[in-house]
């Protein structure tokens, strides 16, 4: 990306909102404030790759905050007076640069991401700091399953270049094996899958296995790799690497149904429950019992 041409401020107002009044309001019946978002970054950049799945880059004002792989940031934008905010895992690795990338799903009855689709680049919107505890162990050798349905993918796509392509010196050095299960409807929503496949070609400790759960759709035609949700595929990915199960760490990402659906493979093939990280991009279903 380009380096801004003057100095740009710090992000010390990276993640505060501000405060405004409705207007035409009167002494008698003073406003309640309503949060409005002071814009702190802008959409840099934007690539479609599939129908409502799109890479975005946002470019804060200020330098990107330091992070790690696998952490989220908040996107907002004022609608209707009031700062709505949602939560999104980077793609971005550590370090990368004056932009962060996302991979977002357009939930079409949703409240926030059809107005974030509106936005075209260049247009202003927030970006609050990192968060969350979805992050690597520091220096695990373990072989690491990186499990993902749709857009959970993000978080992974920053996390493997610590994990596959670790620096000669780093903890990392081990350099464990690594088994990322991609779970999408339709081939087209396969992020990354070129990236992907020239890794696995490249470093024989990765291995990288896509599925499509709807083999027969006509988007799916030519699709001759495996087939049924990510939680189906595990006992094959399992057999045939011969995984050891007291010695494997499971990160489990996007669609709460189906990282539950994983852990609950994952458990059955005998992996502690203590050795298995989830992040779910919204509330997990009610189970039984
Ligand atoms: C920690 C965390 C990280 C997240 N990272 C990402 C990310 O990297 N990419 C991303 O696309 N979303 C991510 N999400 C989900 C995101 O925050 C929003 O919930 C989503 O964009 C929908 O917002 P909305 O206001 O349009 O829908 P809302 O009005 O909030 O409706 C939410 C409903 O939309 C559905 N939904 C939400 N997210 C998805 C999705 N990704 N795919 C399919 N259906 C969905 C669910 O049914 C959910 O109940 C993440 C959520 C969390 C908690």
Redesign the pocket.
């Known amino acids: 990306m380009d380096a801004p041409s003057l100095p740009r401020p710090r992000l010390g107002q990276l993640g505060q909102l501000g405060r405004s009044s409705a207007p035409g309001a009167t002494a008698e019946a003073p406003p309640r404030p309503r949060a409005t978002l002071v814009p702190n970054a802008e959409l840099s950049g934007r690539e479609e790759i599939a129908p409502d799945v799109a890479r975005l880059f946002v470019r804060p004002d200020g330098p990107v905050p330091a992070f790690q792989p696998g952490q989220?940031f908040s996107l907002g934008l004022t609608l209707d007076a009031r700062a709505?905010l949602?939560?999104?895992?980077t793609a971005s690795r550590k370090g990368a640069g004056d932009t962060l990338e996302?991979?977002?799903?357009?939930?079409p009855?949703?409240?926030?991401?059809?107005h974030l689709w509106q936005l075209s680049v260049g247009e202003r919107l927030w970006i609050g700091p990192p968060k969350?505890l979805?992050t690597l162990r520091p220096a695990d050798s373990r072989t690491h399953l990186l499990i993902s349905a749709?857009?959970?993918i993000?978080?992974f796509i920053s996390m493997l270049p610590e994990l596959v392509a670790g620096e000669p010196d780093s903890p990392r050095n081990a350099r464990p094996r690594v088994v990322l299960a991609h779970g999408v409807s339709y081939q087209q929503e396969l992020a990354y899958r070129a990236r992907l496949e020239t890794l696995t070609a490249r470093h024989p400790e990765f291995v990288y296995a896509p599925t499509v759960s709807r083999p027969g759709a006509p988007q799916n035609a030519g699709w001759s790799g495996r087939a049924g949700r990510v939680e189906a595929i595990l006992p094959s990915i399992w057999g045939e690497l011969a995984l050891d199960p007291g010695d494997s760490v499971a990160y489990l990402c996007?669609?709460p149904d189906i990282v539950e659906s994983s852990r609950d493979a994952l458990l059955r093939l005998g992996m502690p429950a203590g050795a298995i990280v989830r992040?779910?991009?919204?509330?997990a279903p009610a189970r039984p019992g």
Not at 86 to 89: K, N, T, V
Not at 102 to 107: G, I, K, P, Q, Y
Not at 279 to 283: L, M, T, V
Request: net charge positive; hydrophobic share 30%.
């Open positions: 989220y709505v949602r939560p999104y895992s996302f991979l977002v799903r357009r939930v009855s949703g409240t926030f991401t059809p969350g979805f749709g857009t959970g993000a978080p996007g669609n992040e779910n991009y919204w509330a």
